[in-house]
């Protein structure tokens, strides 16, 4: 089993950045690929970022060029830079076994999810 708890959301100006965070506990994780959702409201869960146990990242082309995603140990982060109104969404953590997927039923294990808000 994977428990997944984030940190970090917040409100925020547009141009700025925010990190979020997910701490990990569990016997799997080091095995996991990790990865990162966002649900704007009224909007479907979308794929966001992804980081495989060995460091290979995969960006929703959306957003490619203004995120990082990495992990130490039993955290995975994300830095979402030059934040615009439309990045304001619920965050979520997600963890699966499977492989890097950007598909959100592959991914087994699901955090609680933070806010971000950012103001224009």
């Known amino acids: 089993q994977v428990q997944l708890v984030e940190s970090g959301g917040g409100l925020v100006q547009a141009g700025g950045s925010l990190s979020v965070s997910c701490t990990a506990s569990?016997?799997?994780?080091?095995?996991?690929?990790m990865g990162w959702f966002r649900q704007a409201p009224g909007k479907e869960r979308e794929f966001v970022a992804a980081?495989?146990?060995?460091?290979t990242t995969d960006y929703a082309n959306s957003v490619k060029g203004r995120l990082g995603i990495s992990r130490d140990q039993n955290t995975v982060s994300l830095q979402v830079d030059s934040l615009k109104p439309e990045d304001t969404a619920i965050y979520y953590c997600?963890?699966?076994?499977?492989?890097?997927?950007?598909?959100?039923?592959?991914?087994?294990?699901w955090g609680q999810g933070t806010q971000v808000i950012v103001s224009s």
């Open positions: 569990g016997r799997t994780f080091d095995f996991a690929v």
């Open positions: 997600a963890a699966t076994i499977g492989g890097m997927t950007r598909n959100r039923d592959a991914y087994n294990y």
């Open positions: 980081i495989s146990p060995g460091g």
